[in-house]
């Protein structure tokens, strides 16, 4: 039971005019009072044997009250032992119970007497004091034991590090060592200065002739001799290329090789000794990985933004101005201008190449990259020979619908639409109109199941196509050419 100091007050008023009518009693006999209080007993009718009849002198009898008081209140303390203990286990019906002392004490009929009544303080207090040290200690250990434990927790994530040596063809090795203490701004720390702003300047027509057209993106120096590798789309068509390194004013670049098709390019600037991004592996990512952008969204204003967030999926198919891609998805913020810029890993290698954006009001957070290990193969072929050499058929084609079968009676399969002069496709006889049914032995329903099986073989490679020609099946073996870029 709680120490209530209000009821402590009352009390001490009540007292008050009880001494006090007390005292003004003129009729009042000590010895009488003291005989009285010995043929009662103890308070509460306890400790008979202390208040025997031999008693009565009134000076013992009644010495003063609030020494009465006291071994009153000394007597009931052994017999609230018990009640003690009850009162723990409800702290409601205690209180209810010292409410209910308090009205007994407004019906007593020793009330004006000059018998003083005084309530058990409460154990629980007592008790409280006594344990206080212990709490007091304990309390004190246990703070003392979390911080402990926390700095050498903290010291052993801080002793944690990342470290592991990455190569590729056509960038140099390197070990790269992250602390887990402010990993994202030492990884913008560590690659940031290889991710360069790529602005470009193209001629365009429109109905009042030409005009200059300014563009923008970024890049990734993977070889020390100032090649950087971006996006197609970044630099196509464009009459002058210009790259800014960071801190550094802008220097003229020439376009190594591009293929529209992967939507990669390489550039070079007469520079070197320049800082080298590493290449990871992207066939380890996985869904929920830590994912950083770096690039210069929006143009040089805001060069070298660096934005964080996960990796949201992999693989994801999609066709873009006709071109198919399978693209890592992030949804790091990816805005115009990163195109060609770095998605990195938590080990601050280059995982993707950041590509495209969905731009909607309904969409928030969807960007893409391109796998690095897709992009690596790319590279050393224009590296190498400026283009992407590819097994090349030479044709235009498109899908045969459920309804033109139904209305044209056609049989499922890819319409020839154009053949390439002097593709692989001309030079087998292949002609427009004639429906591909099968490659190889492999049935073929639509375009997407045609390309991928030209694009298993080889440049040179010789394969079997069955066509469907006026009502006719036909099987043409053709020598698969070379796409040089296109």
Not at 280 to 300: F, H, Q, R, T, Y
Not at 354 to 360: G, L, P, Q, R, V
Request: contains cysteine; aromatic residues 6%; charged residues 30%.
């Amino acid at each position: 039971m709680d120490y209530d100091d209000s009821n402590d007050t009352n009390k001490s008023i009540k007292n008050d005019e009880t001494l006090e009518n007390f005292s003004e009693d003129k009729n009042i006999d000590y010895d009488q009072e003291a005989d009285k209080l010995g043929s009662e007993g103890s308070v509460d009718g306890e400790n008979a044997e202390n208040n025997d009849s031999g008693k009565d002198d009134s000076e013992y009898a009644y010495k003063d009250h609030e020494e009465i008081n006291q071994d009153e209140a000394n007597q009931e303390e052994d017999q609230g032992e018990a009640n003690q203990d009850e009162s723990y286990k409800d702290k409601d019906q205690e209180e209810a119970s010292e409410d209910e002392s308090y009205k007994d004490e407004e019906n007593d009929p020793n009330k004006g007497t000059g018998y003083i009544k005084i309530h058990n303080v409460p154990v629980k207090k007592k008790r409280f004091k006594k344990m206080a040290p212990f709490i007091a200690a304990m309390l004190i250990s246990a703070l003392l034991g979390g911080v402990a434990g926390g700095a050498i927790v903290s010291s052993q994530i801080n002793k944690t590090a990342y470290s592991s040596p990455i190569t590729s063809s056509t960038n140099q090795s390197k070990t790269v060592s992250y602390s887990s203490s402010s990993l994202i701004s030492k990884i913008a720390e560590e690659a940031g200065p290889a991710i360069v702003g790529v602005d470009t300047k193209a001629i365009t027509q429109d109905i009042f002739g030409d005009r200059e057209v300014e563009g923008s993106g970024s890049g990734i120096i993977f070889d020390s001799k100032g090649y950087i590798v971006t996006n197609e789309h970044v630099i196509g068509n464009s009459k002058d290329i210009f790259v800014t390194l960071p801190g550094r004013k802008p220097v003229k670049a020439q376009v190594v090789g591009a293929d529209k098709r992967t939507d990669i390019a390489v550039i070079k600037i007469n520079e070197s000794n320049l800082p080298v991004a590493v290449f990871g592996d992207s066939s380890k990512v996985k869904v929920g990985d830590l994912a950083i952008a770096i690039g210069n969204p929006m143009g040089e204003e805001y060069a070298g933004s660096v934005t964080s967030g996960i990796i949201s999926a992999l693989n994801r198919n999609m066709v873009v101005d006709g071109k198919r891609y399978k693209l890592i998805q992030t949804d790091a913020a990816i805005n115009p201008g990163n195109s060609g810029g770095a998605l990195l890993n938590e080990r601050g290698e280059v995982v993707g190449i950041n590509t495209i954006k969905i731009s909607s009001s309904k969409v928030e957070g969807m960007g893409f990259a391109i796998p690095i290990n897709e992009v690596k193969p790319i590279v050393e072929q224009l590296m190498k020979n400026g283009y992407v050499s590819r097994p090349y058929l030479g044709i235009y084609f498109f899908d045969v619908t459920d309804s033109m079968i139904k209305d044209y009676k056609l049989v499922p399969g890819v319409v020839i639409d154009k053949v390439d002069s002097g593709s692989a496709a001309e030079s087998a006889g292949l002609k427009p109109r004639d429906i591909i049914t099968e490659v190889d032995g492999n049935k073929i329903k639509s375009s997407d199941e045609l390309y991928d099986c030209i694009q298993s073989h080889k440049v040179g490679d010789s394969i079997k196509v069955k066509v469907w020609r006026d009502g006719s099946t036909l099987t043409i073996p053709v020598t698969l050419g070379d796409s040089k870029g296109l």
